[in-house]
């Protein structure tokens, strides 16, 4: 079955970085964009980020562009959330997610915790 198992989370000050990883496995990870979402307490999910199936685009949603990146490698099955400058905003379970259509489609994984001090 699809399985994506975020991880790479943790607590840090604001400025720092961190780089998530979603492991994807059950489906041909090679022919789906991919995303990452995030959800703050109390807040819906928003979006972060996607990228295409090549690799080949990205696009980021307005509170994270030009801090943080995505990457993958189709080969090993993986996608990177590279987060610079983090700001206590920041601060949510990031989920990563196969795209339909630009959509998230499947079960959610079970996140993986950042959160950013002042």
């Known amino acids: 079955q699809v399985q994506l198992v975020e991880s790479g989370g943790g607590l840090v000050q604001a400025g720092a970085s961190l780089r998530l990883s979603c492991a994807a496995s059950?489906?041909?990870?090679?022919?789906?964009?991919m995303g990452w979402f995030r959800q703050a307490p109390g807040k819906e999910r928003e979006f972060v980020g996607l990228?295409?199936?090549?690799?080949?685009?990205?696009s980021y949603g307005d509170s994270v562009r030009g801090r943080f990146g995505i990457s993958r490698d189709n080969a090993k099955n993986m996608m990177w959330l590279q987060m610079n400058s983090l700001k206590p905003e920041d601060t949510a379970v990031y989920y990563c997610a196969r795209l339909e259509g630009g959509r998230p489609v499947g079960s959610w994984g079970q996140g993986t915790q950042v959160t950013v001090s002042s």
């Open positions: 059950g489906f041909t990870f090679s022919n789906y964009d």
């Open positions: 990228i295409r199936w090549s690799g080949r685009s990205v």
